[in-house]
């Protein structure tokens, strides 16, 4: 089993920056779809940015701009770059890969049963950005 470890978040001030990084112990997790996932206290969990097999990426729409998602495949590693940080932007977040084919525009989507399409989950990384 893939498993997956993000790091990197912490507290910061509106309009400051986090660099979030998940390490992967097999490259096999990126076979279809690599996401970032966030979940704010009470809300649901939801796709933020994703990067698919065709190289596709995509973003939700109140990320764009301020957050680049990258990957590092010699070493296993998916990074979220976050600028300009909001307090709406505080929360678990979550790495993941799919585990049967998405495109990353479906992965940030909100379509109610994308979360069951990534069957590889990190344990979080807390963001937390005070006003």
């Known amino acids: 089993q893939v498993q997956l470890v993000e790091s990197g978040g912490g507290s910061v001030q509106a309009g400051g920056s986090l660099r979030l990084s998940c390490s992967a112990s097999?490259?096999?997790?990126?076979?279809?779809?690599v996401a970032w996932f966030r979940q704010a206290p009470g809300k649901e969990r939801e796709g933020v940015a994703a990067i698919d097999r065709d190289g596709g990426i995509s973003y939700v729409d109140s990320v764009k701009g301020r957050f680049t998602i990258s990957q590092d495949n010699a070493k296993n590693t998916l990074y979220l770059q976050m600028d300009s940080l909001k307090p709406e932007s505080t929360g678990m977040c979550y790495c993941?890969?799919?585990?049967?084919?998405?495109?990353?525009?479906?992965?940030?989507?909100?379509?109610?049963?994308?979360?069951?399409?990534?069957?590889?989950w990190g344990q979080g990384t807390q963001v937390t950005v005070s006003r």
């Open positions: 993941a890969g799919a585990t049967t084919p998405v495109t990353s525009i479906q992965a940030v989507g909100g379509k109610r049963g994308i979360l069951d399409r990534f069957g590889v």
């Open positions: 097999d490259k096999n997790y990126s076979k279809y779809c």
